[in-house]
């Protein structure tokens, strides 16, 4: 299994960035799919997450600025990013839950993408 994310860097406050993940090795219609972020010293926290059925649900920090969105055609889920702040600077992971084509089901995690908000 292999959770491909991309799209991070450096943005200024109030910028925006999408993020992408590909995934692989699992049946991605079926997976439920979300994104996570780390800052320094704090625990890892749900920022959005959407189903296999397309529903969705937000950290409230994040409503109203953030959308999750999944393509099942590409095996990708992504993470529109606006009105960025200061304090969404973080590492963002990709998450899935779900079966594999090897017959399990698990959890899984990509590698992380950093974001940075700073003037």
């Known amino acids: 299994v292999q959770l491909q994310a991309s799209g991070g860097g450096l943005v200024q406050p109030g910028g925006s960035l999408r993020l992408s993940c590909a995934a692989s090795?699992?049946?991605?219609?079926?997976?439920?799919m979300a994104w996570y972020r780390q800052a320094p010293g704090k625990q890892r926290d749900l920022v959005a997450a959407?189903?296999?059925?397309?529903?969705?649900n937000y950290a409230d920090s994040v409503k109203g600025r953030f959308t999750i969105s999944r393509d099942n055609a590409k095996n990708t889920v992504y993470l529109q990013m606006n009105s960025l702040k200061p304090e969404d600077t973080a590492v963002y992971y990709c998450?899935?839950?779900?079966?594999?084509?090897?017959?399990?089901?698990?959890?899984?995690w990509g590698q992380g993408t950093q974001v940075t908000v700073s003037s």
């Open positions: 090795g699992i049946i991605f219609s079926i997976c439920n």
């Open positions: 998450n899935a839950v779900g079966p594999t084509y090897w017959g399990n089901a698990g959890n899984y």
């Open positions: 959407i189903t296999s059925g397309g529903s969705t």
